[in-house]
């Protein structure tokens, strides 16, 4: 999140989504990143056989302010130690080793995604979270399970938080939003059709809205306000939407509200206290 690597795993995910100039440079960077980072942009356009206009091109479809930024955040992917690709389990394996494989698959997606993390989108996300009226999280499928989550956690600190997973009953709520709200959708593609029409909804109501997806333009791309990005990484067989994506749409959910938390810190843990004491009572303890 400090905006020094992510750029290989931006990269990865945009390749095949670019013009055929700038996918060119892109799979010339991802081929030889060592030697990229000490081109200038006019050398890297004619390694690549396109020309430096290409590559000013390419950093504006990653997102990036320029070839500077695209070198520093390639230059810090390059300085991590002990990298690894997601592995997929085999058949007949031992359960040491789906154990080991499943939880470097988790580091993995959790370090990509601090890597693309836009720390000013997430301050922006805080503050409209912090002031909003009530706050709707919308996801469906393992993405619904995200949203129930932070659903549930919000609650916990008195904010006044929903999450729907029919498309009919979140459409029922955001109509009657308005400017004071704040809709949260959630979709690792960014492009569920049934989230884009939501949050399309969301924006005609004035709602600010906030995504939750993997890198790149979507759908949900023209209706978000602030959009938070997952990690990118192509899922593996066996854990095609249900794991991956989950574990990081988790993890920013976290931070948003470590985040909240930290900003109202002494109010926050009241909270917590006295939801905590509710759980006891129902349960016959004591406090």
């Known amino acids: 999140m400090s905006h020094i690597k992510g750029g290989l795993t931006i990269i990865k995910e945009m390749v095949n989504h670019l013009a ?7 799979e010339y960077i991802l081929n030889n990143p060592e030697e990229s980072i000490l081109l200038t942009a006019l050398m890297l356009g004619e390694k690549s056989n396109t020309s430096s206009a290409a590559v000013v091109r390419l950093c504006k479809s990653l997102g990036f302010s320029g070839f500077q930024e695209l070198k520093i955040r390639v230059a810090g992917d390059l300085q991590e130690e002990d990298v690894r690709g997601y592995r997929d389990i085999d058949p007949e394996e031992d359960v040491k080793t789906i154990i080991d494989k499943v939880t470097s698959n988790t580091i993995q997606t959790l370090r990509e995604t601090v890597d693309i993390l836009n720390e000013k989108n997430i301050q922006e996300a805080v503050a409209l979270l ?7 999280f919308i996801g469906v499928g393992a993405s619904y399970l995200a949203a129930k989550d932070a659903e549930q956690k ?10 729907f997973s029919d498309v009919h009953m979140a459409a029922t709520a955001i109509a009657n939003k308005g400017p004071k709200d704040v809709v949260v959708g959630i979709s690792f593609s960014g492009n569920t059709k049934e989230i884009a029409k939501l949050l399309e909804l969301a924006k005609q109501n004035k709602i600010k809205t906030i995504s ?4 790149g333009s979507a759908l949900i791309t023209p209706f978000t306000d602030i959009p938070l990005h997952t990690s990118a990484a192509k899922e593996a067989t066996f854990r095609s939407g249900a794991t991956s994506s989950r574990i990081a749409q988790l993890h920013v959910i976290d931070i948003l509200l470590m985040c909240l938390a930290s900003q109202e810190y002494k109010q926050t843990i009241t909270y917590l206290d006295e939801t905590r004491k509710a759980v006891s009572f129902l349960k016959g303890e004591t406090t």
């Open 20 to 26: 055929p100039s700038e996918k060119k440079i892109a």
């Open 130 to 136: 912090n002031n909003a009226q009530s706050v709707v």
């Open 154 to 163: 919000f609650i916990r600190i008195n904010k006044n938080a929903h999450a």
């Open 212 to 215: 939750i997806t993997k890198y």
